[in-house]
């Protein structure tokens, strides 16, 4: 079966640094997605992994182990406006599929003055 | 990024008449759309795959008959919600895979979303 894991909620303070963890277990691999989203707004694209290791942008980092089935959003010197939804998707391959996404159920995070 | 752009951002409509969202990629080609649905507090579910020119790939559960997707071409794909019951309320989301000069790891880009209400 398909199955992603990420923390319901998470809370932390401003300018400090949250890491958001997602684990998986998917018929196939073919690369993992992080997402923002803000309360009724589509997702936006924060990173994408396909290799072991970490992929570093900005503020946000996204480390991949596949042999773990692991994957964690770093957020650092965090900001008001990063209180939104994260979510983890893995895209797999199998049968007829074009290697859409499975999400997990997303981590709501709440940054505090 | 790559963009996607998604049309009508709201609609309300009727029960028992028809609505078409449409999903555009507007600097890039995608031969593969996927359209989601999220109800309030939950995560998106896939409802199908859309390809350019063939037949969407609907996931279990997903009436073909109600919500019908068309590909017609690289950079258009719409669905359209038929005989609308408040049930179908809910915000749509399409997404396209990006395979722009430039843009590596086949990412997968969003539209903005459509939400539906019907009355």
């Known amino acids: 079966g398909q199955n992603i894991d990420q923390p319901t909620e998470m809370t932390a303070t401003e300018g400090a640094i949250v890491q958001i963890n997602c684990t998986y277990q998917?018929?196939?691999?073919?690369?993992l997605f992080w997402y923002q989203q803000h309360a009724g707004e589509a997702p936006t694209f924060l990173s994408y992994?396909?290799?072991?290791g970490l992929e570093e942008k900005g503020r946000f980092s996204s480390f991949l182990s596949r042999s773990k089935g692991y994957s964690y959003l770093l957020l650092k010197e965090l900001q008001m406006k990063d209180s939104a939804s994260y979510l983890c998707?893995?895209?797999?391959?199998?049968?007829?599929?074009?290697?859409?996404?499975?999400f997990g159920k997303g981590t709501k995070l709440s940054v505090k003055p | 990024g790559a963009v996607v752009s998604q049309h009508p951002s709201w609609v309300i409509c009727k029960s028992g008449t028809s609505v078409k969202i449409e999903c555009r990629s507007l600097?890039?080609?995608?031969?593969?759309m996927f359209w989601y649905r999220q109800f309030p507090k939950q995560s998106l579910m896939l409802m199908a795959t859309?390809?350019?020119?063939?037949?969407?790939?609907?996931e279990q559960g997903v009436e073909k008959d109600k919500f019908l997707i068309n590909h017609a071409s690289l950079t258009l794909s719409t669905l359209t919600v038929t005989s609308a019951h408040p049930e179908d309320s809910s915000f749509y989301i399409c997404?396209?895979?990006?395979?722009?000069?430039?843009?590596?790891?086949?990412?997968?880009?969003f539209g903005e979303g459509s939400w539906l209400t019907v009355v």
């Open positions: 997404s396209a895979r990006a395979y722009p000069r430039g843009f590596s790891g086949n990412t997968i880009y």
């Open positions: 998917t018929s196939g691999f073919n690369g």
């Open positions: 992994n396909v290799l072991d």
């Open positions: 998707a893995v895209r797999h391959n199998y049968g007829g599929s074009q290697g859409n996404l499975i």
């Open positions: 600097d890039f080609q995608a031969t593969t």
């Open positions: 859309s390809n350019e020119g063939s037949k969407a790939t609907y």
